[in-house]
């Protein structure tokens, strides 16, 4: 069974910086798409960013420019770096394989609160 575990959310005020770190497991990591989800209170889980096995990235519209997601195949991790942290950036995230792909479990999530 595929399972996911996020860490390194927090409280940040606006403007400040997080990294996000996901490792996965029970899965052959390096065959498969990756990518950050994140759910607000009240909203729908959306798709913040995705990377390819090759490495190449795509971002929904509010976070290009700010948000920057990587990969580490040697140690079954994919990473979030979020800079110029926005009030609205406020939510759960979660990693889970990329949308068209067999999805994993959903872990935990790790919160995000950006707030002065």
């Known amino acids: 069974q595929v399972q996911m575990v996020e860490s390194g959310g927090g409280l940040v005020q606006p403007g400040g910086s997080l990294r996000l770190s996901c490792v996965a497991s029970?899965?052959?990591?390096?065959?498969?798409?990756m990518a950050w989800y994140r759910q607000a209170p009240g909203k729908q889980r959306e798709l913040v960013a995705r990377?390819?096995?090759?490495?190449?990235?795509m971002y929904t519209d509010s976070v290009k420019g700010r948000f920057s997601i990587s990969r580490d195949n040697g140690n079954n991790t994919v990473y979030l770096q979020m800079n110029s942290l926005k009030p609205e950036d406020t939510a759960v995230y979660y990693c889970?394989?990329?949308?068209?792909?067999?999805?994993?479990?959903w872990g935990q999530g790790t919160q995000v609160t950006v707030s002065a």
């Open positions: 889970n394989r990329a949308p068209g792909y067999p999805l994993g479990s």
């Open positions: 990377i390819s096995t090759g490495s190449s990235t």
């Open positions: 029970g899965t052959i990591f390096n065959l498969y798409p």
